[in-house]
């Protein structure tokens, strides 16, 4: 009895559980879909996340799971003739779906705000980068001249670019790639929004640099308390920044839990999998990768049952996995959610091998 | 042979007849589905049915004059009435047809012909052989492209060769223009380094890499460009520099109208009438290429269009 | 002793590149336009054996993708040599080295960019064939038995490249670079426009069809543990020189140049535990360009290991102008590739021993 009570406040101390913080950013049974040729393609597919205030919540999936458009469907900017069809996006318990464009405007930037994969094509190359900074703040309010200058370069120092003074007046050709992914960052945090989602901020940058821009934005998030939600498809960015995983897979999540539940007790196959096709930086072994055989689902034929089976090590072939769409069920710990209907078996089948 | 026949099972349905069938049958819906393309097409068939049945269709002689009937009004025997030489208006309509479709379709290929050519030499070789192009394009397009047509025509008299050669002449170094900067989008595409990087010599990556993905938006603007010569046409028509009279064509109608227009307005409208639907129809044919030709482009139309 | 265990000598060399250098720019057009040069490789040695994997890594603006357009000479270098197969190919013909490339192949990093949109897959593959003269009766055939080879099913020969995924599409980029059986595939990027899951697979592809043929690979990559996975030894470069070139086990285990040392630490590994108690070594800034070297070894104005030498002291060092000061021998003088005893090289004068890593 006692054991199990420090057990449980142990891992209360390691990782904020859900009664401990409101969630920032909610998405309750979020559906998105694009028209197609032969009737609409569900895109998101029944997606209900949490983010708490002061975390990193890290989706992760291949592309064309539905990773980018879920938080795109977020902040309203889902590509038209996409839209959102059911669902809630809730922001400290409001619903942002329901507000009106105007409003939404308002809310991006001082609610949430999103940093993009490519630095290059987020600045416009004709105006200097304090202008764009600039511009952000007087969108959000009537702020002198002077003043958004000033603020500018605050935020271009908050970076850490060196010589803020002076770089406020470049033009985003004159910086690096690494220099250009922090002025987005700047931009995005001008207005300290409660949630920011970065979608692989890092993919275009080399790995030193993607290390320094991570530990930035790690800063940011405890400096502020803000949330932070972290698009990726690196495993290991997952493992270095994550308190919360969320792994997407044909559109749907299909595990979700603290970090160390998804690395420490993955009960989803297609997470195992995921693991098992990195190559590893530090084995002796060159053995064959494990592969994930055949291509990712086609949301125009999604099956009836688990969008996984049909490349799936352990329900392949299995009618269960075929026919019945598994139902999110708790795995190893409270939180920790699993869409298979064989997670229990994975798990032990795991402890032995 | 087992071992073709042992292909990987992942992509089963690719080998599939009925999956051949739903593409071919995806690619006729691609270009019937797209409004503009399948008017402009029409707009244009009829045209050509018009002037190639000119001599059956047409109620009246076009030359014939008749001192009796000037300037009549419409009637069963002249549906659009007569002109002040008392030829059916209507069949000298119908005839001019063929005068404008023929020049529409030899300005473009010729132009095609040599701007294209030009305009891939000039952006896939570079150096100075393109430096040397781009100038004497850049001299020829200083001129407006119906002056110098004008000028054209008037040096070499006027005849539907002359007026087709000096329409070509003055449009080629558009299409070059377009070519070229097409050609240096595509140079630097990773395919044409492969190509390179297989042992292909540069004429060869020319011919059957740079060109063929280069004219979809040529084709597009020589079909815009059939457009404006039609429209070149009817105006040297008009100044009296086309084609000779009596041979008939919209722009000596719109002519021969234009002295009449306070009293027989119905005349020159009616000649406008023909090149501006002709003109629509080709920029339609043109809209509907541009969406339609390209491959890469085929999926995204498929979801654009409504 | 030394000779035995220097390895390069037990196989045949098939590629061996010597003082390699090509500088872009440097003349204008017009006299007085002058553009900037830049020395994109630098002096350059090196050699590939037969059917051995060469890993190349490097950030942006090493010069790791130029190299590779130097050996199949889709670039001329401006100095050095490069002999494939014992011939010197740096100053043959176009037409020449147009035959040569059936023994030199490419695949690129982006599948979707390197396939022409408007060929089907099938002509794609049968064009180097065509090319260089294969029988035209066997093409079709050999067509269908390599896109078997690298598992794509011979009916998708009649269609085009944008029905495919990304992954299948460098399966057909890499049937064409196969089609005529090279002996070397110089290997740029190519899994780094792909999904974890498929970029498993295309590894595996490259390692079935190097136990089948015997090809030789140059792989360049930047992803680390993509490279130590398919290669037999690794060379690091920054901006435009190799600085370490060593086994792919001692590299990774004892990297000796800090600067392979500061690139592994950069890269998070995906275990949770081992990843959050990892020391990170701190990289000053980011790689300069190659327009504007800085002076004696290219790295110090980044480096850790300078930094630590001076302060321990012992060493004469001199004050740059930003105060920091350094080794002397770093800020003046270029270090050389030297050949250690295991056969690797580093190119640094004080390169890390084994305890350095702990720190």
Known sequence: ?353 | ?306 | MTVEAHGTNGAETLLQISGLTKVFGGKGWLPGARRPSVHAVDNVNLNIKRGETLGIVGETGSGKSTLGRLVLRLLDPTKGRIAFEGLDITGISGGRMRQLRSDMQMVFQDPYGSLDPRMKVGAIVAEPMHVHGTEHSSIASRTADILHRVGLAPAMADRYPHEFSGGQRQRIGIARAIALDPKLLILDEPVSALDVSVQAQILNLLRDIQRQSGVAYMFIAHELAVVRHISDRIAVMYLGRIVELAHRDRLYAAPRHPYTASLLSAVPIPDLKAERQRKRIALHGEIGSATALPSGCRFHPRCFKARLVAEKGGVATSTLPSGLALPARCIDTDPTLVESASGDHVACHFPLEPDDTAT
């Open chain 1, 1 to 353: 009895m006692d054991q199990a009570a420090t057990d449980l406040r142990k891992t209360e101390d390691q990782r904020p559980g859900p009664g401990r913080t409101k969630p920032v950013l909610e998405l309750r049974n979020l559906v998105t879909q694009l028209p197609g040729e032969d009737g609409p393609l569900t895109i998101v597919n029944d997606v209900s996340l949490k983010v708490l205030a002061g975390e990193t919540l890290s989706v992760v999936g291949e592309s064309g799971s539905g990773k980018t458009m879920t938080f795109l469907s977020a902040i309203g900017l889902v590509p038209k003739p996409g839209r959102v069809v059911a669902g809630e996006v809730l922001l400290d318990g409001a619903d942002l779906l329901k507000l009106t464009p105007d409003e939404m405007r308002e809310t991006r930037g001082t609610g949430i705000s999103m940093v993009f994969q490519d630095p290059l094509t987020g600045l416009n190359p004709v105006f200097t980068i304090g202008e764009q900074i600039a511009e952000v703040l007087r969108a959000h309010g009537s702020v002198s001249r002077t003043e958004a200058r000033e603020t500018a370069i605050g935020l271009l120092e908050r970076v850490h670019i060196p010589d803020p003074g002076r770089r406020v007046d470049d033009y985003p050709h004159q910086l690096s790639g690494g220099m250009r992914q922090r002025v987005l960052i700047a931009m995005a945090i001008a207005l300290e929004p409660r949630v920011l989602i970065a979608d692989e901020p890092t993919t275009a940058l080399d790995v030193t640099v993607q290390a320094q821009v991570l530990e930035l934005l790690a800063e940011l998030r405890q400096d502020f308390g803000m949330a932070m939600v972290l698009i990726t498809h690196d495993l290991g960015l997952v493992a270095r920044h994550a308190d919360r995983v969320a792994v997407m897979y044909g559109g749907r999540v299909v595990e979700y839990g603290s970090a160390e539940a998804v690395f420490e007790h993955t009960a989803h196959p297609y997470t195992v999998s995921l693991f098992e096709s990195v190559p590893s930086l530090d084995a002796e072994t060159s053995d064959d990768l494990r592969t994930i055989e055949g291509q990712p689902p086609d949301p125009a034929s999604l099956p009836a049952g688990c969008a996984f089976e049909p490349r799936c090590f352990f329900g392949q072939g299995r009618e269960e996995c075929k026919t019945i769409l598994p139902k999110r069920a708790t795995a190893s710990m409270a939180d920790h959610r699993t869409a298979c209907h064989f997670y229990a078996e994975l798990d032990t089948k795991r402890s032995c091998a």
């Open chain 2, 1 to 306: 042979m087992s071992q073709i026949e042992a292909v990987s099972t992942q992509n089963a349905s690719m080998r599939d007849p009925e999956a051949a069938r739903r593409r071919r049958r995806a690619a006729i819906r691609r270009y019937t589905g797209h409004p503009a393309f399948v008017i402009g097409t029409l707009i244009l068939a009829a045209m050509f049915i018009v002037a190639a049945g000119a001599q059956w269709i047409a109620p009246n002689s076009p030359v014939q004059t008749n001192m009796a009937l000037i300037l009549a009004e419409p009637s069963w025997t002249y549906p659009l009435g007569t002109d002040q030489f008392g030829r059916c208006v209507l069949s000298r309509l119908i005839h001019g047809a063929q005068i404008s479709l023929q020049v529409g379709f030899w300005v473009v290929l010729i132009s095609l012909t040599f701007g294209t050519l030009i305009g891939a030499v000039a952006g896939f070789v570079g150096g100075w052989m393109e430096r040397i192009i781009v100038a004497l394009i850049d001299t020829m397009l200083a001129f407006p492209g119906f002056l110098l047509a004008l000028a054209l025509v008037a040096a070499q008299g006027s005849s539907l060769t002359s007026v087709i050669t000096a329409v070509a002449i003055a449009y080629t170094p558009r299409v070059a223009t377009v070519m070229r900067s097409v050609v240096l989008t595509i140079r630097p595409r990773p395919f044409i380094e492969a190509s390179r990087a297989i042992g292909l010599s540069s004429t060869r990556i020319l011919l059957s890499h740079v060109i063929p993905n280069a004219l979809p938006p040529v084709i597009v603007v020589a079909t815009v460009s059939a457009a404006t010569a039609i429209l070149a046409e009817a105006g040297l028509s008009f100044l009296g520099l086309g084609v000779q009279p009596p041979t008939p064509t919209w722009g000596s109608v719109i002519a021969d109208g234009q002295t009449v227009i306070t009293n027989r307005p119905l005349i020159s409208l009616a000649a406008g009438m023909c090149i501006a639907i002709t003109v629509i129809g080709l920029n339609l044919l043109g809209d509907g290429l541009r969406d339609t030709l390209d491959p890469q482009m085929r999926r995204q139309t498929g979801a654009k269009m409504l």
